[in-house]
């Protein structure tokens, strides 16, 4: 059997398979963060494809860290009966389920969440037209959010989901607090690496205080900058990490464009590769980027991976493991067309941002 469909502990729970589904934007919760039926409907139907792990979108933590409009919170107690509800129903197929939890930091839209955009410093992007520099967040407001991902964490533990999944990558406010040019404090959360990665090590410490031992609590990172996305050096990153792995993270996840990608640093060293060369070895690894077949898949675990996460290639295609298993060629593939991805049950909501986010303009989506 394939390595690729062989069963691998994450704590003390056993996904079935090393595919996972990458999380990713879809905009399509209600307005006040609520899970809602087009939601549900997506993450029912991955888990019905059959991964053995599923990561939802990014959700808020809170009503001041919102980074999209439509999108999915587990910021109130009132989030937890709708999340039940779904969580039951993906239990039905086996499924391993997280939440990504994640606060926009100086990406939060103060439409949406009444207050002005906070971040680790503020800081100036001027490559970046009519960008507002955050306001500085206080001791006390770091140790808020502290609690508001602990308390986040809790919410999805009730609600029946495995794990969590906290988004320390794409410039959000994990991203903030590590990166040099985004972090320009001169306390204990800034400065030195020990200091840019407290905020990270203190929120993943309090997270596994309010939840059970079997429950999962991955991080995503995105190791080098990449873009606008800048501050960030491999080695530092990894030994955050490395720090993250003691305070009892369960997986890592990386965030890179393409799976077969090199290092900025090490122009000759494959990312993942040297990743695992260098993250603790107990700690599961998951890459991502452009898996589009099982040799994509198998190719990834050879450099390192230890799970593969499907992006794109999951959206247009349903049951996507199990063309992998038979070897089998996927259906459909980019550009989509509106006709085929409404055909396969995607939202109309959904639809728009694939064809609206910069993002994802690669996917070049056909109106019919």
Known sequence: MSKLFSPLPLNSKIIRNRLAVAPMTTQQSSPDGTVSIEESAWLER????????????????????TAFHNQ??????????????????????????????CHGGSRAIES????????????AMPMIADFVPPETLSVKQIEDIISDFANACERVSKAGFDGVELHGAN????????????????????????????????????CRKKVPKDFIIGFRMSFESMGLET??????????????????????????????ANTSKYPDKIALSYLRS??????????????????????????????????????????????????????????????????????DNFIDYLKNAPPLASLKIIAE
């Open 112 to 123: 949406l969440t009444g207050v002005k955009p906070h971040s680790a410093s503020s800081y």
């Open 72 to 101: 999915l919170s587990v910021g109130n107690d009132n989030m937890i009966v709708g999340l039940t509800q779904l969580s039951k129903r993906m239990k039905i197929h086996n499924s391993i389920h997280l939440i990504q939890l």
């Open 278 to 347: 260098k993250i603790t070895s107990t700690l599961p690894l998951i890459g991502v980027g452009g898996i589009l077949s099982s040799v994509d898949a198998e190719k990834a675990m050879e450099y390192g991976a230890d799970i593969v996460a499907i992006g794109r290639a999951a959206i247009g295609n349903k049951q996507l493991p199990k063309y992998f298993k038979e070897g089998k060629t996927l259906p459909n593939h980019t550009p989509y067309s509106e006709s085929v991805l409404k055909e396969i049950g995607i939202s």
């Open 171 to 206: 410039g959000y406010l994990f991203t903030q607090f590590i990166s040099k040019m985004t972090n320009l404090r001169n306390d204990n959360y800034g400065g030195d690496l020990e200091n840019r990665a407290r905020f990270a090590r203190e929120v993943v410490q309090a």
């Open 46 to 65: 991955l888990a019905e494809d059959g991964y053995g792990l599923i990561i939802s979108c990014a959700s808020a933590i809170s009503s001041t860290s």
């Open 231 to 260: 501050g960030l050096d491999i080695d530092e990153n990894i030994q955050i990490i490395n720090w993250l792995a003691e305070d009892g993270i369960d997986y890592v996840h990386t965030s890179h464009m393409s799976y077969a």
